[in-house]
């Protein structure tokens, strides 16, 4: 029944949208009456995706992507995450967040008229498309031929709370630039004043502000639960997050410094139509099965194409309105060695080559391999010592972005920075010295300081201290850039002075990690819900009386039958401890330690840029 | 100049959809990855016919004849789907070994099933807790894998083997 209802609702979202795209041409109606089909659309795209999990929370096995993706004995949390942890219910997802997004631009005001119909017009044949991606390739509807009362489980890696909330994030990340694409396609027809760059700009920071706040979920997760030691390893699916990612960074920053030059906005358009393209892009490698990675879902041909083909269309047709409906006039950018433009301009310069750069080693296997018909795998190694390099001159470049002039080469107080900067190098290269010297820590490291010491100067140099919303509103861009340096200092660190220990050990041994003793107390195991555990338990500095007890090991899930690692990890402010219990052999467990110096410090890092994501949304 | 600058994305559009097209015409298909055990021995084992536990089957006793093994289940209505192939390759094949392993099923339920669609395998090894699957690395049921004379995967299959699998690449390796 439930399924009947979403199925109907979801066919009903598609046809009124189609009427809302004929109503451009044939039926005219008034604005009223088109926000209320707008509005009504979305409705009945949400109702269709709650009686999706309704169908999961219910355990409805004639439901057939409930019963591939559900059992009746799992907990309540990972049944509704269950909605979205395959592929038909995560499209699903995707379209409602889209309808979200339609939903809430409807009620934009201040904009004109024609403007925001025009872009919601654009937004309902993306859901068209889309919709009909799902009712032809990806129905999560289809009744179970098979009469059953029990179902096959969800893929237990995905039972976990952070991943439970980690698709949402991230597509609301990916599904918010079609806002953004659409407002600049809508710009680009009608070509009227510069309002719409402000609408723009929320849009995006709202979309930059989720994906930001997805990616550090699925990192986090990937942390904890792969159970590797890393949070980043180049998996495919990470590039194609990451790419949005530094097109929309270029895009939020090139609308904030934009002040009518025509060159910006020409380019504001092309990023915006990038955004969403890539997000579409990435949507479609992970969905065609064309690239193997954590995030495989079951695939077909099929699929595939039509979703090729949606990728082909979208961007198609914004890069061809972009190239047919270009703004004409043109004045000359204000291009100076060292002023807010000439900044900007690198900036954007180095970020579209970072993506480009991902882009390559993403695809690439899949040239290759069309080429030659060889398989080959591009990781770490190359996206390390590419993207990497590239990114520094930018990094060094956004410590004093925020206080550079617009009409002059002049930078306030510059002997001031030069000297910090001085200082700076000096400490940073003794403290290198003492413990092990390497070139990237040292870099790393001195760019991480560097960033925050500079953001502070300025700060403090630049403006009156108070403590009123109106100053963090003033100083957010030194902020989020504060941020930005707190995450590269986590970052080198933890992955140059990353330890590593290894040991071979009976229940009841004591070993040293870091100058601690630690006991290595039992093995145990038990039979939960939905998993059979097995925790080796650690107890940490056992010499003082407050130890800390570390739990590691497997989960073993007879449903799916796999089995899930369970690192153990004690958090401390300036490093992690992570505990990784392996095999049994000859009576003997093997343990791994990796000490990750200032993770922390990477999360804290996001939150901030988080935080001032926030903050610049309602910032004019 | 300019109008080259604007052009670019259009063509690196085109030569992206391209590729990938053709890439997803060829029918390849990466979430198959061949398995980590393919082409090696395949792993020890140690397990009881379903119909008489005293009945023992190990890694040595399938040394030396060409050995289809299935994983299934009375659960899993995939491996309904799959089963009368089985038959079928019985036929065409009478030289080939067909080991059936049962997967995490209560043997009453294992044996109606076998009686109810029949039992094409030569030998139902019980697999109750799971932990042959475990050493073969299987991912779900039904998985197949093809096994030759030395003891070595050459072929595995996930999830349900179809006619075309089975003509365009189970046939050519018997």
Known sequence: MSSLVGFLSLVFAIGINFYLFLSRYIFKFKKQKFNLFIRLSSLLTLLSFFSLMYAYVVSDFSNYNVFQNSHSNKPLIYKIS????????????????????????????????????????????????????????????????????????????????????????????????????????????????????YVAKKWSLISWTFLTGGIALGSYWAYYELGWGGWWFWDPVENISLMPWIAGLALVHSLMMVRGEQAIKKWIVFLSILCFSLSVFGTFLVRSGILTSVHSFAADASRGIFILLIFFIVTGFGFLVFLLKEPKKSNALNLLFINKVSALVINNILMIIATLTILLGTIYPIIIEVLYNKRISVGGPYFNSTVIPIMIPGFLLMSVAPILSWQTNKINNSKKYVLAFIVLSVLVLIQSYFLDFNTWGFVGLLLGFWIIL??????????????????????????????????????????IFQNELDFNLNEGDKFIVNGKTVLFEKIETTNEINFQSLRGKFLFDIEKNRSKEIEAGKNYYPVSKMITSEAGILHQWNKDIYFILGDQKNNEWFVKVLINPFVSFIWLGVIIMMYSGLIAVSRR | MNRIFILTPLIVLFVICIFSLVYLLSGKDPNKPPSALLNKDVPIFESSSLYNAKDIIKTKDIKNKKTLINFFASWCSPCKIEHPLFFEIRKKYPELYLLGFNHKDPPSDAKKYLKDDGNPYDFVGVDSDGLIALEFGVFGLPETYLINEDGKIIYKFMGPITIDILKNEIEPLL
């Not at chain 1, 219910?89 to 004109?112: A, E, P, Q, R, V």
């Not at chain 1, 009909?132 to 009469?147: A, E, H, Q, R």
């Not at chain 1, 957010?476 to 995450?487: K, Q, T």
């Open chain 1, 454 to 495: 500079a953001s502070i100067i300025a700060i403090f140099s630049s403006y009156k201290i108070k403590i009123n919303i109106k100053f963090f509103k003033i100083i957010n861009p030194h902020v989020a850039h504060i941020g930005v340096g707190i995450a590269i200092i986590g970052i080198t660190c933890s992955s």
């Open chain 1, 82 to 197: 269950g909605t979205w942890g395959n592929h038909e219910g995560s499209m699903l997802l995707w379209l409602s967040i889209l309808s979200i997004f339609s939903f809430f631009f409807s009620f934009t005001k201040n904009i004109d008229e024609s403007f925001q119909r025009l872009t919601l017009i654009i937004q309902s044949l993306l859901h068209i498309l889309f919709g009909l991606f799902i009712v032809f390739t990806s129905n999560p509807f289809l009744v179970n031929s098979i009469l059953v009362n029990e179902g096959l489980g969800l893929n237990p890696i995905l039972q976990d709370p952070g991943l439970a909330v980690h698709p949402p994030i991230l597509y609301a990340g990916y599904v918010g630039y079609s806002i953004v694409f659409s407002i600049a396609i809508a710009g680009l027809f009608q070509n009227t004043d510069d309002e719409w760059l």
